[in-house]
Structure formats: structure tokens, C-alpha cells
């Protein structure tokens, strides 16, 4: 079982800047791609940001240039590097992340529990 703790949303105004982070732990034998997605109200979740293990990133195309997503192989953390931040920035955001329990079953993800990030004009 993986758990993911996030951390780092919070409130703040048009133009500033938050960063992300969810920390996997628990029992797993690896993990594959992360990502951060993020749900307004009233509104379908939406993919953000994702990394491969490797270190290649996607991004959605209204945060491309603002957001930047990393990780931490060795700490099992992703982060997202949330910056010139806008109303419409305004949901709660998910942690995603793929992982396995042994080296022959097929991956299966597990979602962190949502931090509200808050932007206002």
C-alpha cells in the first residue's frame, strides 16, 4: 500500500507563487510516472502536470510556462512549482502516482488526498 501526504497549498493572491509536494510511503516496489491534477468546483478534474521517471515532463497547455513539475527519486516526492498564479488557478489539487508492489504486477495508481490552493484577484 502507498500513502501520499501533500502539502503546500494554501491562499494566495494573483501573481504570487505556491509550491507543491507529495511524499509517497508505505510498501511498494517502485514507482513510475507522478503527476498532479487539480478540480475546481463545478468543474471535471483535469491533468496538470506529469513526470516520468525519468524526468520528462507534460503540461497542461494553461499552465505550461508558470507550472513546473520535479521529483525527488531518492525522497519518492514530486513537487509542483506553481508561479504567476491566476484566479483561475483556484482547486483543489491531486497528487497522482503510479506504482507496483512487485517487479512482475502491472502498475496501479494511487491518489494523494487534495490540498486547496485558493488564488484571489
Known amino acids: 500500500q502507498v500513502q501520499l501526504v501533500e502539502s503546500g497549498g494554501g491562499l494566495v493572491q494573483a501573481g504570487g507563487s505556491l509550491r507543491l509536494s507529495c511524499a509517497a510511503s508505505g510498501t511498494f516496489f517502485s514507482i513510475n510516472d507522478m503527476a498532479w491534477y487539480r478540480q475546481a468546483p463545478g468543474k471535471q478534474r483535469e491533468l496538470v502536470a506529469s513526470i516520468t521517471h525519468s524526468g520528462t515532463t507534460n503540461y497542461a497547455d494553461s499552465v505550461k510556462g508558470r507550472f513546473t513539475c520535479s521529483r525527488d527519486n531518492a525522497k519518492n516526492t514530486v513537487y509542483l512549482q506553481m508561479n504567476s498564479l491566476k484566479p483561475e488557478d483556484t482547486a483543489v489539487y491531486y497528487c497522482?502516482?503510479?506504482?507496483?508492489?512487485?517487479?512482475?504486477?502491472?502498475?496501479?495508481?494511487?491518489w494523494g488526498q487534495g490540498t486547496l490552493v485558493t488564488v484571489s484577484s
Open positions: 497522482n502516482v503510479e506504482h507496483r508492489s512487485t517487479w512482475f504486477m502491472p502498475y496501479i495508481e494511487a
